[in-house]
């Protein structure tokens, strides 16, 4: 029976296999496809990202450790049919133990331009899949109106006391994916 989480809602995962699903509706009608990105941000205990590669989303597939695999970018939203638009496949045990945390981030591509925002998308969730079942082990909708944020941090896994947990954040930012980068990146900003 799937878990349905709360925002701020913390669980204990219980496994190593699994995929982050995340999906959503855009609203018909605004004029633009509309691009919403997953990526996946692999950060130390300082909260910092360890290395380029360790941001996956939809031109770095793969984490150097191989922990993290993205199935790719759906560019219109469109390819889902109620399923998720993208998702992460996670395997905790081959992540390095330099990783403390894994934050899965949604950000709007062309958003600018396009005059979009999370306002305008509906039926935005995250969820957790054990790969070994295909069962759903824990959802989180997002049902805050976001009017204009841009991008939002769906969830994030976290180690403490060396066992992986879950933890549904929903927090917005006005922000795209170079914003993440530079929030987490430990070295010289990038633009």
């Known amino acids: ?36 990105d997953a990526s996946a941000i692999m950060i130390n205990s300082e909260r910092k990202l360890i290395t380029e590669n360790h941001f996956v989303f939809y031109n770095n597939l793969k984490s ?17 049919d109620g399923d998720d ?16 945390e ?17 306002g305008q998308v509906r039926n935005s969730y995250i969820r957790l899949v054990n790969n070994q079942t295909n069962e759903e082990i824990a959802k989180y909708e997002l049902d ?24 549904a954040s929903g927090i917005g930012y006005k922000a795209d994916l170079g914003f993440f980068l530079e929030k987490y990146y430990h070295g010289t900003i990038i633009k």
């Open 1 to 36: 029976m799937a878990i349905n989480l709360q925002k701020g809602q913390k669980i204990d995962i219980g496994l190593t296999k699994l995929t982050v699903g995340l999906g959503w509706d855009p609203n018909e009608g605004t004029g633009h496809d509309f691009d919403l």
């Open 64 to 80: 150097p450790d191989n922990s993290l695999e993205h199935t790719g970018d759906d560019p219109s939203g469109g390819n889902s």
């Open 85 to 100: 638009d993208e998702s992460i496949i996670v395997d905790l045990e081959k992540v390095g133990a330099e990783v403390q």
């Open 102 to 118: 894994i934050l899965f981030v949604v950000t709007i591509e062309d958003f600018e331009a396009r005059k979009q925002n999370f």
């Open 144 to 167: 805050e109106d976001f009017s204009i944020e841009t991008g939002v941090e769906f969830g994030r896994l976290y180690k403490k006391d060396n066992k992986w947990k879950f933890e």
